[in-house]
């Protein structure tokens, strides 16, 4: 019984040590921007430069914040779908809205 119970405590430390001594690789999940606050940004932007405001307005989900990224949303100005390109400035989430019509 007493070898027995060696024997497991000796199986214990080799586990632990064992399990201490890996690596973990951590899975961070990437950032994505806000889908209601993108779109109220973009809308003020297109307001910003046609001083008009914006019937619609469609943006992509799951928008990773990565800086240099970018992607079209599209908007309604009556009933005329138009787009605008959106850049993403900095890691901060930061953008620029840019007219394309």
Do not use: H
Not at 4 to 32: G, N
Request: proline share 4%; charged share 25%.
């Amino acid at each position: 019984m007493a070898v027995s119970s060696i024997v497991v405590a000796a199986c214990a430390v080799a586990v632990t040590i064992k399990v201490l001594s890996t690596d973990i690789i951590s899975v961070e999940q990437p950032r994505v921007l806000d889908q209601a606050a993108l779109e109220r940004q973009v809308s003020d932007e297109i307001r910003g430069l046609r001083d008009e405001p914006v019937d619609r307005l469609a943006c992509p989900a799951s928008v990773v914040v990565k800086a240099g990224n970018q992607f079209n949303c599209r908007y309604w100005d009556r009933y005329n779908p138009k787009e605008v390109l959106v850049k993403i400035v900095n890691d901060q989430g930061e953008i620029s809205v840019e007219s394309t019509s």
